[in-house]
Nanobody
């Protein structure tokens, strides 16, 4: 129901746009989030957006370089990452959950998860 894509191998300083295509149901009352998990580390919240409206939220570590956006017509949420750093290397996951249950930063409220897309940043 969620298909993440757009990852790859990028040099430090480059940029990427990750996509999360939603299908199979209506997500109008859902919140969508991007998380990432680096090797040996816990999954961490990156950014979130409400499917209805334009409310967004970012982890402190993501402010300034990460931009979450959506295209309702395409049922797709994006995560634009600028000025990539080696510490951004991780598997990036998109997730969706009912807005009434989701606390953006807490993965437990999300019901649907994409399969993840690998981002590797070389120095």
């Amino acid at each position: 129901q969620l298909q993440a894509s757009g990852g790859g191998l990028v040099q430090a300083g480059g940029s990427l746009r990750l996509s999360c295509a939603a299908s199979g149901r209506t997500f109008s009352s859902y919140a969508l989030g991007w998380f990432r998990q680096a090797p040996g580390k816990e999954r961490e919240f990156v950014a979130g957006i409400m499917w209805s409206g334009d409310s967004t939220t970012y982890a402190d570590s993501a402010k300034g370089r990460f931009t979450i956006s959506k295209d309702n017509a395409k049922n797709t949420v994006y995560l634009q990452i600028a000025s990539l750093k080696p510490e951004d290397t991780a598997v990036y996951y998109c997730a969706a959950g009912p807005a009434r249950l989701v606390i953006f930063t807490n993965p437990r409220g999300y019901v649907y998860w994409g399969q993840g897309t690998q981002v590797t940043v070389s120095s």
